[in-house]
């Protein structure tokens, strides 16, 4: 053989060489993450049952400091958390020590100080469990009991996105009117015997008080994220006008994700799949308000899309709105990370995971039956869109890897 000839063979064989490493390792990198993507799944479940106790070990900090500690960038909470039960336990019966009206927005809350100095938001009950809200998605009151929901399936789905929510009774009587601010104080009222208000904010009426049962009113806390990490407000690009014949461009336009792509933040980072996440974790809860987000300012895409204001969900168990998937069937890509983690939760495994996370919530059981029958029916529902996005462009385009190593030193 030529020399000529054995160059060209050497770079032929060269060439094979390495293109089959390149593939082997790939398969490797893949079958790795997977397999992590399962041991995460796994140690998700086995600490799925979290028992309210106020034991702190190994540590003489406050619950407020540990959780405050656990923020960063891309995670409100770690995914191994042994002293969340404590945090939670200290949410929902530290003394309160201040009540005032909600921060600004549209439905009734109140922002409670506890014992401590932490900041929490108070959401009170307005509906049975059982009360289905009729007519748009987005109707009604907030649902107290879908914020603590909605964060428990945050931990479900492995996002750790959502900020600490727990039930809670407080006494209206002797919790609140005591240390309420004259504002607040100025808009309780009692009905027949039962202790209301009806607070501050856009939609807050005299005629529409939020009442207790007697003095003891049933809500939510949600634990306010600290003030080191402030949060910068975005529109959501796939954000509803909520005027009656006007649609937003997403609404008609099938390749609106391609001008999406072209604008910042969701031109590079992850801010874009972060959206699709929240697309998916919303339509699984049924909140179609999402139209805008929060994250940490000055992050430049890099940060998380926060979780927060989860309480216009499990209004309507018979409605699947599939309109909020919107972002994943128009841009027809979704995390690696994520399309395991719901495969893993499928054939019923969604709602008994759900079921055993809230039990020991205070204010159980958190959710009807029929709601948490809805989740399993519209996790199909995600599975077959992406299946459909799959057979449309491939695997290789639709399940995008994007892992990130996340610091808690």
């Known amino acids: 053989m030529k020399l000529k000839q054995r160059v060209v063979l050497l770079a032929i064989l060269l060439v094979i060489f390495i293109f089959t490493k390149v593939f082997l390792i790939d398969n490797l990198d893949t079958s790795a993450a997977n397999r992590e993507d399962q041991r995460a799944f796994h140690r998700m479940m086995a600490g799925l049952h979290v ?7 190994h540590t003489l900090q406050s619950p407020w400091e540990i959780a405050a500690q656990w923020v960063v960038p891309r995670e409100v909470y770690p995914e191994e958390t042994p002293e969340l039960g404590a945090v939670m336990h200290a949410m929902t019966t530290k003394r309160i020590i201040k009540a ?11 922002l409670l100080i506890l014992e401590g100095g932490q900041k929490v938001v108070f959401k009170p009950k307005r509906y049975a469990r059982d009360y289905v809200v009729e007519g748009e998605p987005y109707a009604g009151y907030d649902r107290h009991n879908a914020e603590v929901a909605a964060f428990h399936l945050d931990r479900i789905l492995g996002f750790r996105r959502a900020p600490l929510v727990v039930g809670r009774f ?9 240390v309420a601010t004259e504002q607040l104080l100025g808009t309780f009222m009692t009905v027949g015997n039962n202790t209301c208000f009806y607070g501050k904010c856009y939609y807050c009426r005299e005629t529409e008080p939020a009442c207790a049962d007697g003095d003891i009113m049933e809500g939510s806390v949600t634990l306010w994220l600290p003030d080191v990490w402030p949060l910068q407000k975005h529109r959501h690009p796939w954000g509803r006008t909520y005027r009656e014949g006007k649609l937003a461009r997403w609404e008609y336009d099938e390749s609106y994700c391609d001008a999406v792509k072209k604008t910042s933040p969701y031109d590079s980072g992850p801010r874009l799949l972060d959206i699709i996440d929240t697309a998916i974790f919303d339509y699984l809860i049924g909140n179609a308000a999402r139209h805008h987000y929060e994250s940490f300012q000055d992050d430049e895409g890099a940060s998380m899309l926060i979780l927060l204001d989860n309480a216009k969900s499990f209004g309507n168990p018979a409605l ?18 994520t399309w395991n983690r719901l495969n893993y939760l499928k054939n019923g495994v969604l709602k008994s995971a759900l079921k055993t996370a809230m039990s020991h919530d205070p204010i159980s059981p958190v959710l009807s039956e029929p709601h948490l029958d809805a989740l399993d029916q519209r996790l199909l529902s995600i599975l077959a869109t ?11 385009v639709v399940l995008v890897e994007d892992r990130m190593t996340l610091s808690h030193l």
Not at 100 to 110: E, F, H, P
């Open 51 to 57: 028992e309210l106790d106020p034991r702190l070990e």
């Open 100 to 110: 005032d009206v909600g921060y600004k927005g549209t439905q009734l809350k109140a």
């Open 170 to 178: 407080v006494n209206l009587r002797t919790e609140i009117k005591p």
């Open 320 to 337: 699947d709105e599939r309109s909020i998937l919107a972002p994943l069937y128009q841009c027809c890509i979704i995390r690696v990370s």
């Open 386 to 396: 992406v299946k459909q996005c799959t057979d449309q462009f491939g695997p290789d």
